[in-house]
């Protein structure tokens, strides 16, 4: 089946600090999705993003299909950005969202 | 209002009992799911529904027993609990393929 790969799998940031997280994906998919999970365990959807780029506030994301990856930008990081960011991506002639395994951002005052 | 909305937000219990968990979305979505998130954090599709009909059984125990009376709430029944049950559970719904999922909070399971 399709593998997610999510990179770095930890980060640690200083409040004000950009970062961007990775995600590689192993075979063609419909459907890419950008999640935030919260100290309080939600998940938060961040981007609907299967190509392109688009932006949200601080955060900014880009898919690139054809190479199978995309992107998530965090600029002038918040301790409330704190957390885990998962990609999902929905394979072809599924209905499922296959996860990556996260990564896990802590952003210090 | 609440999306998608799950009840309850915690649960815990003996093993070997038999618990439900429930799941409504307000958003008019034709699709909903089951999704369950391990102690590492690892997140898996267990089921989805497309107009209540089961269309993903992803390999899940058959004490696992999803049931959708209307297009509306998707809820799950789990029989004979075990200790690796323990999990959080959450509840999704889309309006098609290639259309974004939204989730609920989550049902934290913890089995004694």
């Known amino acids: 089946g399709i593998q997610v790969e999510q990179s770095p799998p930890d980060l640690i940031l200083q409040e004000g600090a950009n970062s961007t997280l990775r995600c590689n994906f192993s075979d063609s998919v419909n459907n890419l999705q950008w999640f935030h999970q919260n100290p309080w365990g939600q998940l938060i959807n961040l981007f609907y993003?299967?190509?392109g780029t688009k932006q949200n506030g601080r955060l900014s994301a880009t898919t690139v299909a054809t190479e199978r990856y995309s992107l998530l930008y965090i600029s002038s990081s918040q301790t409330t950005d704190s957390g885990v960011y998962f990609c999902?991506?929905?394979?072809?002639?599924?209905?499922?969202?296959?996860f990556g395994t996260g990564t896990r951002l802590q952003v210090f005052p | 209002d609440t999306a998608v909305s799950q009840t309850p937000k915690y649960l815990v219990t003996q093993m070997g009992n038999d618990k439900s968990i429930k799941c409504e979305q307000n958003l008019g979505h034709d699709t909903m799911y089951w999704y369950k998130q391990d102690s590492k954090k690892f997140l898996k599709i267990m089921f989805s529904?497309?107009?209540?009909?089961?269309?993903i059984n992803e390999t899940v125990p058959n004490r696992f027993s999803p049931k959708s009376p209307d297009k509306a709430h998707l809820n799950l029944h789990i029989n004979s609990l075990e200790l690796g049950d323990s999990a959080v559970y959450f509840c999704?719904?889309?309006?098609?393929?290639?259309?974004?999922?939204?989730f609920g909070d989550g049902t934290r399971l913890s089995i004694l």
């Open positions: 529904y497309n107009n209540k009909e089961l269309i």
């Open positions: 999902a991506v929905e394979p072809y002639n599924t209905d499922k969202l296959i």
């Open positions: 993003i299967p190509s």
């Open positions: 999704a719904s889309s309006q098609l393929r290639e259309q974004p999922q939204h």
